[in-house]
């Protein structure tokens, strides 16, 4: 009788202790459209826009090439400003903000230059690429980014990343093509290979070989972000030049179909556009999937062909560019 009493108090003192502690769900993560960058007249269209977002003010910069024009918006998405008449902006290919509201763009033609504006959109200088090194004299930048005071600049067909200051001194200069095609083989180092796998490692260099970087940016910390759409993969670069890939290919939710832009937040979640599949893809710091969004259709929270991705990680706020001239649609997201 005793041990029976004894039985009935220990449920008891369970049922009180997980009553006063409940089970807490893990926190789900999700973005909400918002609008789309505006003027007076409405949604300002643009086919594949450059995007990028003021540290300091949040500001948001487009370079719509297809207007030849850069144009300001505020962090409510209102244009407040645009220029480029007198810049020659046909032949530039991507945008980056500086400090104090300067802005940098990168001209691919006919020598590839980054050109330094101040807030009005005036020249206070320029960089030419074969200018910094001899053995750059090839090098021909796609992608421009910015931080902590230096240029990152990334060409597409080689795979080489240089760093520089505004004002041209080479610092650092990765060979990414060489790096992968390391790491596929050390994948397979030391394993059993049967006649598939070796021929998995082949395809893979061969893919390698003719494929260009698809996306590329750099984080607060230094480090570089980059994708590769023919080996349905993106890659994390750390300063410590700790190279990661991640990636699946497929139609279902986190697989990679044709994977364009990428960008990393503060908390390290990485967001990936994919233009087959028309969505953006979150993966936590851990390159675990997390959700995505967007989805291809005519309403105002789908998106077409989605290409360049800006974070405002003040205001939680994430910038897509379109095809169709669909412009940049506005997400924010949201933990639960």
């Known amino acids: 009788m ?33 609008y789309h960058l505006a003027d007076f007249n409405g949604p ?3 086919q594949w826009a450059r995007i990028a977002v003021d540290r300091q003010q949040g500001e948001v910069y487009t370079l719509n090439r297809t207007d030849s024009a850069i144009q300001i918006f505020s962090d409510t998405a209102m244009q407040t400003f645009g220029f480029g008449e007198n810049l020659a902006l046909t032949s530039a290919v991507d945008i980056t903000s500086g400090d104090n509201g300067e802005i940098f763009v990168l001209y691919r033609f006919p020598v590839a230059t980054v050109k330094r504006l101040n807030y009005r959109g005036e020249p206070i200088g320029e960089i ?7 053995e750059l004299a090839s090098f021909t930048p796609d992608f421009l980014d910015y931080q902590q005071g230096h240029l990152f600049l990334a060409d597409a067909e080689t795979m080489q990343v240089i760093a520089i200051t505004p004002a041209g001194e080479l610092l650092q200069r990765y060979d990414f093509r060489r790096e992968i095609a390391e790491m596929i083989k050390a994948n397979e180092s030391g394993k059993p290979r049967n006649q598939a796998q070796l021929k998995k490692v082949q395809d893979d260099l061969a893919t390698l070989k003719g494929a260009n970087l698809s996306g590329f940016s750099v984080d607060g910390e230094g480090t570089i972000y980059f994708t590769i759409a023919p080996l349905f993969s993106a890659f994390r670069a750390t300063p410590q030049t700790k190279l990661e890939g991640f990636g699946v290919p497929g139609g279902a939710p ?3 179909g044709v994977v364009a832009s ?35 259709g ?16 003040r205001n939680h706020k994430i910038y897509v560019a379109q095809a169709a001239n669909r412009g940049v649609s506005v997400f924010t997201i949201e933990t639960d």
């Open 2 to 34: 005793m041990k029976k009493c004894l039985n009935i108090t220990w449920l008891l003192t369970l049922t009180v202790l997980f009553s006063l502690s409940p089970l807490t769900a893990p926190a789900q993560t999700s973005a909400s459209y918002l």
């Open 44 to 46: 300002v269209a643009s």
């Open 128 to 134: 030419k690429a074969n200018e910094l090194a001899k």
């Open 254 to 256: 986190g697989k990679f």
């Open 262 to 296: 990428i960008e990393a937040d503060r908390q390290g979640n990485i967001f990936v556009s994919d233009r087959l599949r028309c969505v953006v893809l979150m993966f936590d710091h851990n390159l675990d999937f997390q959700m995505e969004f967007g989805y291809r």
């Open 298 to 313: 005519t309403e105002p929270q789908n998106l077409v062909v989605p290409d360049d991705l800006a974070i405002d990680t």
